[in-house]
Nanobody, 122 residues
Framework: QVHVVESGGGLVQAGGSLTLSCAAS????????MGWYRQFPGKQREVVGL???????QYADSVKGRFTISRDNAKNTVSLQMTSLRSEDTAVYYC????????????????WGQGTQVTVSS
């Protein structure tokens, strides 16, 4: 079974920085996408930063220039470095992998981290 575990998060003052990390483990054959989403209360999850197919990278407009995603393909890890945090960044952050594993049917499947709360105080 694939396990996805996040770390980081917590309370930070506006203007501060925070880094989230995430690792996927198990018999993983290939990763098609990896990155981070966030969810505000009563809203659907939205992309924060995502490494997509073919090496593409996308960021939400609201975080461009402030947030950076990085990855280690060999270790199946992805991180989110957040700087110049604002109160409107307060949300639950989820890491995401779309991958093919030994446990699936050979097609890419979506896996999510457990979610971590990021609270930015103004």
């Amino acid at each position: 079974q694939v396990h996805v575990v996040e770390s980081g998060g917590g309370l930070v003052q506006a203007g501060g920085s925070l880094t989230l990390s995430c690792a996927a483990s198990g018999r993983i054959f290939s990763v098609q996408e990896m990155g981070w989403y966030r969810q505000f209360p009563g809203k659907q999850r939205e992309v924060v930063g995502l490494f997509g197919r073919g090496g593409s990278t996308q960021y939400a407009d609201s975080v461009k220039g402030r947030f950076t995603i990085s990855r280690d393909n060999a270790k199946n890890t992805v991180s989110l470095q957040m700087t110049s945090l604002r109160s409107e960044d307060t949300a639950v952050y989820y890491c995401f992998f779309k991958l093919v594993s030994a446990y699936g049917l050979g097609s890419p499947e979506d896996y999510w981290g457990q979610g971590t709360q990021v609270t930015v105080s103004s």
